[in-house]
Nanobody, 119 residues
Framework: QVQLVESGGGLVQAGGSLRLSCAAS????????MGWYRQAPGKQRELVAVVTSSGSTNYADSMKGRFTISRDNAKNTVYLQMSSLKPEDTAVYYC?????????????WGQGTQVTVSS
């Protein structure tokens, strides 16, 4: 059974920092691309950042320079370091694992962790 468990969310003032973690089980972690997405109230879920199985990273434009995604394959964990947080970063942040297996994309999601940035 695949589980992605996020942690590290909370309430922070604008300009502050948070580090989110996502612990994965039930998958071969090192073979999966791992990502963070977020969904604000009334808005669609959007990509925050992805780190591929080979270690390449990609960020949404609004997060570049403020957020850093990283992974620790030994701990089956992906992290999102968020700095210079803004009220518009308030959202539920979701962890995602993706892998193409036998030509079929496999896509898993965590339950999400709330991040609230106060002004």
């Amino acid at each position: 059974q695949v589980q992605l468990v996020e942690s590290g969310g909370g309430l922070v003032q604008a300009g502050g920092s948070l580090r989110l973690s996502c612990a994965a089980s039930g998958i071969i972690f090192r073979l999966n691309d791992m990502g963070w997405y977020r969904q604000a109230p009334g808005k669609q879920r959007e990509l925050v950042a992805v780190v591929t199985s080979s270690g390449s990273t990609n960020y949404a434009d609004s997060m570049k320079g403020r957020f850093t995604i990283s992974r620790d394959n030994a701990k089956n964990t992906v992290y999102l370091q968020m700095s210079s947080l803004k009220p518009e970063d308030t959202a539920v942040y979701y962890c995602n694992a993706q892998r193409v297996l036998a030509g079929i994309p496999r896509d898993y999601w965590g339950q999400g962790t709330q991040v609230t940035v106060s002004s």
